[in-house]
């Protein structure tokens, strides 16, 4: 376990930081939580136009803010104080050669990375709600790993908080999905589309392609912010 700890902690040097002013603003634009407001309110906007009713509305974003509870939130408030590992920028053996950025350090504790687990559970979630396949690929990669690639750059977060918020914010993820299923098959029965126009779980194509928009423009101005201070 010693050794484990140890690589993690190279792993960590070896991913954090870089000699790039500007790199390290879009870094910090990426990791803040306001900056991703627009793709949630894109995801809204796909969940409004492809359900009947606000019933079936309100059960989803019911089930995306329970993904957030029991990810993000059970994570901050049970388990960093219970396990107490030191972030890395913190951390008593390592934290002097991290490369902080803008003095942004983080709390103390950083076991696990609740970045990962949000993102990831509400990655998870939406994919298999909608059931597309560009949409999950975007979710996945350039929202949810791309933070977390973000929290190992600021050196606020070891691989192994990483890895285990992913694996917590997948299980979060399915068992929501699964209490979603659930409780809509009582509410209605699910609305299936066999045309092309229809993902497998009756979502239109050409509405996802607004979180995909979104997603490409929330990038533009990420890279775009650092050149203007």
């Given at each position: 376990m010693e050794e484990l700890i140890q690589f993690d902690k190279q792993l960590l040097l070896m991913l954090n930081g870089s000699d790039s002013v500007y790199l390290d603003g879009v870094v910090l634009t990426l990791t803040n939580a306001f900056t991703w407001v627009p793709l949630y309110l894109a995801l809204l906007f796909v969940v409004i136009k492809n359900n009947v009713n606000w019933k079936s509305v309100l059960l989803i974003v019911g089930c995306a803010a329970l993904c957030v509870l029991l990810a993000g939130t059970v994570d901050d408030e049970i388990v960093k104080p219970l396990v107490a590992r030191w972030r890395p920028t913190h951390d008593p053996q390592i934290g002097s050669l991290v490369d902080v950025v803008d003095g942004y350090r983080g709390g103390?504790?950083?076991?696990?990375?609740?970045?990962?687990?949000?993102?990831?559970?509400?990655?998870?979630?939406?994919?298999?709600l909608v059931r597309s396949r560009q949409l999950t690929v975007a979710l996945v990669v350039f929202y949810s790993l791309v933070n977390c690639w973000t929290r190992l750059y600021l050196g606020v977060h070891y691989p192994g908080d990483i890895t285990v918020g992913l694996l917590w914010g997948a299980l979060v993820a399915v068992a929501v999905y699964q209490l979603y299923c659930r409780v809509q098959a009582r509410m209605s029965p699910v609305r299936r589309n066999t045309s092309d126009r229809?993902?497998?779980?009756?979502?239109?194509?050409?509405t996802i392609w607004v979180p995909l928009v979104v997603l490409v423009l929330t990038y533009a101005y990420a890279l775009v912010r650092p050149l203007f201070g």
């Open positions: 103390n504790y950083g076991f696990f990375s609740a970045h990962a687990s949000n993102t990831f559970s509400i990655a998870l979630f939406f994919s298999q229809y993902t497998s779980s009756g979502y239109e194509h050409r």
